[in-house]
């Protein structure tokens, strides 16, 4: 990769990395020593490689290491490093806002900044090792502005992604199936806002509020398929305001992640609705509905009986569901991540495995992965945290995303194994 330089593509990109040493950190819990790597990806000068290094030990870089709004980030972490990398989208907490990568000894590898003031969110890897990344203001206003950008590894922007007019394109979550070949594929949310009596949420007058629909686009941005929550789910299903008892200027279903089962059906998580459904990806059928007002499944073995609040519902292996448990409606709230084994059949969801951590909770956003070796990755986002979990629930790595020694939020943390193609982690 060429050095640091300006992509003239609306952001800078910069790869902080050659033959670096490991962070020799002292972490007071564990007092982990984070050993020396092999060489890693050459392109920038050492000194600046260093330079970024030495930084996450209380160091200084220099005023060409690194841009500005990047001097003062730092992720510490503790446990044993691993070949992952982690790819953190930076929102907008410290304009502009970033893609950021790091090892899981704590060093910079890759990062790309925007030159706007808009949220950065939903960042993943493509199979074509491209990053993909959502860009432009999160609201239930109609825009034009938000938009889904995929990036190559070298900083430059590959292509622009949107809802298909007239929806405006929302920031949870994008696919991209069968990619590069005729059968691409882009499937994402788009939303439109509407005058709704309110009645059904027994409240008096009217209020603008948004709702989404399931867009799937060929590869020229032309809707294959729509589906649309206003045609499926009632108001009155809207159990969950992000804001309590705040209505008016928002969406009624909020969906917030977008997955496929193994027959190409969408599982769709609705945080507002606390609920996650299965919509056949033909037919637009709602197959089934797991929480919320019309649940069809009974809960086993979960203390809680279901999910709140929920973020990134994922399909693994076998069918099983990774949930990001937020819990703003348990009693007190807890946050946690749970897997469920359904059956669809008997109409049951058993809980099999859950982690959490003690005292910490995550209101909104979050992510849960889990990698082809059984670790699950965790990301309260809202705290910096990343944790790597055993299935014992044992945490194995962790790491803490600073500014200037404060917490700094994100949105997901992903893990990755290459920054230049795809391997599944």
Not at 15 to 34: E, F
Not at 69 to 94: H, M, N, S, W, Y
Not at 105 to 127: C, I, M, T
């Amino acid at each position: 990769m060429p050095p640091l330089v300006g992509d003239g593509a609306g952001g800078r990109w910069g790869t902080p990395s050659t033959t670096v040493r490991r962070v020799h950190c002292p972490i007071a819990p564990r007092g982990t020593r984070l050993e020396n790597p092999s060489t890693i990806r050459r392109g920038l000068v050492a000194a600046i490689a260093l330079a970024v290094a030495a930084s996450w030990c209380g160091g200084s870089t220099g005023a060409t290491s690194l841009p500005a709004p990047l001097t003062d980030l730092e992720f510490r972490v503790q446990g044993v490093p691993t070949d992952d990398l982690v790819l953190i989208d930076l929102i907008a907490a410290k304009s502009p806002g970033a893609l950021v990568v790091f090892d899981t000894s704590g060093n910079l590898r890759w990062y790309k900044l925007f030159d706007e003031p808009n949220a950065v969110v939903e960042a993943s890897q493509l199979p074509s090792g491209n990053f993909l990344a959502y860009v432009g203001p999160v609201s239930d206003v109609p825009s034009s502005a938000g938009r889904y950008v995929e990036i190559a590894p070298s900083g430059a922007v590959v292509r622009t992604l949107r809802a298909a007019p007239p929806l405006s394109t929302d920031p949870h979550d994008a696919l991209v199936t069968d990619e590069g070949t005729p059968q691409e594929r882009i499937h994402l949310f788009g939303y439109d806002v509407r005058t709704v009596d309110l009645a059904p949420l027994g409240r008096s007058g009217t209020a603008s509020v948004a709702g989404h629909s399931i867009q799937r686009l060929l590869a020229t941005g032309e809707p294959e398929f729509t589906w649309s929550a206003w045609d499926h789910i009632g108001l009155d299903e809207w159990i969950d305001p992000v804001v309590p008892g705040v209505y008016a200027g928002s969406d009624f279903d909020h969906p917030n992640s977008l997955a496929m089962d193994a027959s190409g059906n969408y599982v769709v998580s609705f945080r507002n609705l606390d609920s996650v459904l299965l919509v056949d990806s033909h037919s637009g059928e709602v197959l089934w509905r797991l929480g919320g007002k019309r649940n069809e499944f009974t809960f086993l073995d979960d203390p809680l009986n279901g999910f709140s609040g929920q973020h990134d519902v994922r399909v693994l292996p076998g069918g099983h569901l990774l949930v990001f448990d937020n819990g703003s409606l348990h009693q007190p709230p807890t946050t946690r991540v749970v897997e469920y084994a359904l059956d669809v059949t008997a109409r049951t969801a058993r809980l099999v495995w859950q982690f959490s951590r003690p005292g910490v909770f995550n209101a909104i956003t979050g992510s849960a992965v889990r990698d082809s070796g059984g670790m699950t990755w965790v990301g309260y986002s809202l705290h910096g945290i990343v944790d790597r979990v055993a299935p014992d629930g044992s945490i194995a790595w962790e790491g803490s995303l600073t500014r200037a020694g404060r917490p700094t939020p994100f949105y997901r943390a992903v893990p990755i194994r290459s920054l230049d193609r795809y391997l599944p982690p």
